[in-house]
């Protein structure tokens, strides 16, 4: 028989086996596929050119990751394909066939399940990404307009990046397949040999783990100023080799140590899947890690994308707080742009107040003032007075900083040195604030000191009621607007329909994208690795089965296996991922605990999903 | 009725296992082969029987049949006062859990855990209190010489040593019988004869009816009684007396008589 029959029978009689390779191929096909039509049509097609550099960048970075992330994702499913089926044709070794062959035979196996998973990713992407952009579009308020069409540009990127990839992993198998010893082939030393490891290597792994993996985490959140990316860039790594050291480690040794306590472990099922969990811990740990990360990845993901949209709503608002604003040195002004506004629409709140100019960085507020102004757009005010040295900075909405200011910062102002105490981004003097730049309160009495030195100057600001008053509005403004040697009138104009930062949904988008990517990864990886291992406990189970033992209890042992080999990444994944989200916070200056909490619970849905799953799969091929 | 009443009411006082004309056919019904046609056998408490016979003459699927993993075509087999034939699939996995203890040919002991594990699993599942289980396995243990071994994976034991586990986890539950098919299969010489002391030590101190399945006469020898199987019957039955030499050339004899070495 030639190989190719060989191959194709056996990819025809066995196709079972070949299935858990198939379908997360074929998913991570689907993703990619979903990503080149997010290219060509989703949220990207609706942003205009505005925000075109922004875009390519994001597109540009999100290749650059999915495209390592498809490339460990190939190698770990090949990786774990090829473990398996090289037991299953090593036998062919008996029958005369050399390395070479078996090597080729692999090839044209793994081959027909490249293709198989090609075709059906792609089927089940045409298939699904119209559904794929809807949950997008539900979650990332922009407006997707959903196509359910084939774009072949999209078919040729995909199919050509996956084939590329895919046939360097074939060959590799191969030349793996090719320098194997023929032991090693039929591994006729199928015992188990990774069962226990030595207490002290398992503490030594512990302890390191620990100490790296809570640097790791102190890092992360570490304040200080400018160290920031490096803080988290270092962290990324202590927390990854921390995590690898905490499975291969801690998680053992605590296994291990609650199987040699009989106490515990002789009550009903316990005796049988914590000692089963030891053996796989051993045996998967680097699976294990893996998910973790990816997890973490995935948590951090959300967050993301949550955080951008909030805060996307929030610059929004800020930039919005008033639609026009005056500043002028003319005391009159503000009763004749209140009529010339109220002309052309409804003023749905008007505020005024006086600023000190005393050089040409520093605007001083007076405390009191700004406190009335909040008040009258009804903005949250939680300031307290200043001291008569110290003073509080109006700065405003950013998308995230990695400088995270935490002492106060001395400032000169006409003279005298005050400290900026709080750095506030509530938008009390509205636009002006983000515009200039240059607002500092003052204490009452200072300001009445300072005003013998400074220019007085007032601010008007405006707020239509209705946005489509705005063009009729601001044509009525600006003939206000004036420049002489002795008046001078700065007007400030926010166009409500105006899109600049819409770039920021999209990075939204692309953050929630990112997270169904790591999150479905996750689910199945684990997914995979205990179908893979489901064909191995057969045998074990088949004894429990002439030994008499019930199905029902076989059943609940599984059940109880599954579920800890779920859980224990699950919690790794939520320490883990609190210490990163609140990095992230930091970076934000927001607290995203709220949205921590829902990234994780998101994550632990797809957990109990996979396993619910896993256990049924499981049960169906060992009992 | 009646009948049966009496039966039960003798049975608890030795009988262990009882069949009545006992036939297995495999196959559909124009292809038939009868593998066991019309066996009576009892087993009373604290025997200690071995079946042989030449290769294919029906004694595993006999074991099956009487360890309830099989099922007969005909006759009755009853298993502690319970007709196994007629009962639900959950009640005859109660009685496998409670009444049977194994022993295979290959051990088929849990790779995943320590010999000691092992041992207590059937217990454990049971639900009996930790210190009753850690109790029991340490006596099993020091019988049969494995106290040193009890920390250790199955990968590092040898065969004989699996196979004692194997026999101290039959035993754990306390079983009304032990059915055993070739537990000697897999052993040489020596580790065969150190199980086979064992067994009968467990069965003179009176805690364990044993069914064994063999065809090497040596290995039978240890047994009080060796009943051989031959073209699907009950040929004969030979009981040993207190001689174990004179027994084995007996069986040794009765072997050519019959025609053949089974080995
Ligand atoms: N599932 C089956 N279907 C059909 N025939 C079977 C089946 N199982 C066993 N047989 C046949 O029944 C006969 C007895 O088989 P059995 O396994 O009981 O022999 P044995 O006495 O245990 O032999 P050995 O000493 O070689 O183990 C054989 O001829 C075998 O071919
Ligand atoms: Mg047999």
Known sequence: ?623 | MITREVKKSKMNDNKVVEIKNLIKSYGAKDFQTTVLKGIDLTIYKNDFIAIMGPSGSGKTTLLNILSTIDKPTQGMVTLDGHDVTHISNRELAKLRKDKIGFVFQDYNLLDTMTLQDNIALPLALDGAPAKKILDRTRELAAAFGLEAQLRKYPYQLSGGQKQRGAVCRALITEPEIIFADEPTGALDSRAGKDLLHCLCRVNESGQATILMVTHDPHCASYAKDVYLLSDGMMKCRISRGSDRKEFYSRIIDLQTSIGGDFA
Not at chain 1, 560 to 586: D, K, T, W
Not at chain 1, 595 to 618: E, G, K, P
């Open chain 1, 1 to 623: 028989m030639s190989v190719f029959r060989l191959a194709f029978m056996n990819f025809r009689n066995s196709f079972r086996s070949y299935l858990s390779l198939v379908l997360s191929l074929a998913f991570t096909i689907l993703i990619l596929f979903n990503f080149q039509n997010l290219i060509y049509s989703g949220p990207f097609a609706v942003l205009g050119g505005h925000n075109k550099q922004y875009i390519d960048m994001l597109v540009e970075t999100v290749s650059v990751v999915l495209g390592c992330f498809m490339f460990f994702f190939l190698w770990y499913a090949t990786n774990v394909f090829l473990t398996r089926r090289k037991r299953e044709i090593g036998i062919y070794i008996f029958m005369g066939m050399s390395n070479r062959k078996i090597g080729r035979l692999y090839v044209i196996e793994i081959s027909l399940v490249g293709v198989t998973a090609l075709a059906a990713g792609i089927g089940s992407g045409a298939l699904l990404g119209g559904l794929f952009q809807m949950i997008m579009g539900a979650v990332s308020d922009i407006a997707v307009d959903v196509r359910f069409g084939v774009s072949w540009k999209a078919v040729n990127v995909t199919g050509v990046s996956f084939l590329a990839m895919y046939f360097f992993f074939a060959l590799k198998g191969y030349w793996n397949i090719t320098h194997s010893s023929v032991l090693s082939m039929i591994s006729a030393a199928r015992q188990n040999e990774y069962v226990r490891m030595p207490k002290t290597v398992l503490s030594a792994k512990a302890a390191l783990g620990a100490a790296v993996l809570s640097a790791g985490y102190y890092l992360a959140n570490k304040g200080g100023r400018q160290s920031m990316l490096n803080n988290a860039l270092l962290a990324v790594v202590l927390v990854i080799a921390g995590v690898y050291l905490l499975f291969g480690g801690l998680i053992p040794l605590a296994l291990q140590t609650l199987s040699a306590n009989k106490h515990f472990l002789y009550r009903g099922q316990r005796c049988l899947w914590v000692n089963q969990m030891v053996f796989r811990m051993r045996k998967n740990y680097r699976t294990y890690a893996m998910v973790c990360i990816v997890g973490i990845c995935s948590v951090t993901a959300l967050a993301t994308g949550f955080a951008m949209k909030e805060r996307y709503h929030n610059i929004v608002r800020f930039d919005n707080q008033y639609t026009f604003q005056l500043l002028t040195n003319q005391s009159g002004l503000g009763e004749k742009a209140s009529a010339l506004i109220g002309g052309a629409g409804d003023i749905a709140c008007q505020t005024s107040l006086a600023a000190l100019s005393l050089d040409a960085d520093h605007l001083v507020l007076k405390y009191s003032e700004v406190k009335r102004v909040a008040q009258e757009r009804g903005e949250r005010f939680d300031l307290s007075e200043p001291a008569d040295d110290e003073t509080v900075y109006l700065s405003y909405q950013m998308l995230m900083s990695l400088i995270v200011h935490e002492q106060p910062v001395p400032v000169m102002i006409g003279g005298k040195a005050y400290l900026v105490t709080r750095t506030v981004r509530d938008a009390y003097i509205g636009y002006m604030q983000r515009e200039m730049g240059c607002f500092y309160v003052v204490s009452d009495s200072e300001y009445e000191r300072l005003k013998e030195q400074g220019t007085t100057l007032y601010i008007h600001n405006y707020k239509l009621a209705d946005d489509m008053d705005f063009a009729a509005a601001r044509a009525a403004v600006d003939t206000l607007i004036s420049n002489t040697d002795e008046n001078f009138t700065a007007r400030v104009a926010v166009d409500p329909f105006d899109n600049d930062t819409d770039w920021i949904k999209a990075l939204h988008s692309l953050c929630i994208f990112m997270f169904l990517v790591f999150v479905v990864a996750c689910g199945c990886i684990m997914f995979m690795k205990l179908y893979n291992d489901s064909f191995e406990e057969k045998e074990r189970y088949l004894v429990l089965r002439k030994l008499g033992i019930p199905s029902g209890t076989i059943s609940a042992s599984i059940a109880q296996e599954l579920l800890s080999a779920y859980m224990l990444p699950f919690a790794v994944i939520a320490v883990s991922a609190y210490f990163s989200v609140h990095a992230l916070g930091r970076m934000m200056y927001t607290s995203l605990f709220s949205i921590y909490v829902v990234s994780t619970l998101a994550v632990f849905a797809v957990f109990v999903l996979c396993y619910m799953l896993s256990v049924a799969v499981y049960r169906k091929n060992v009992l």
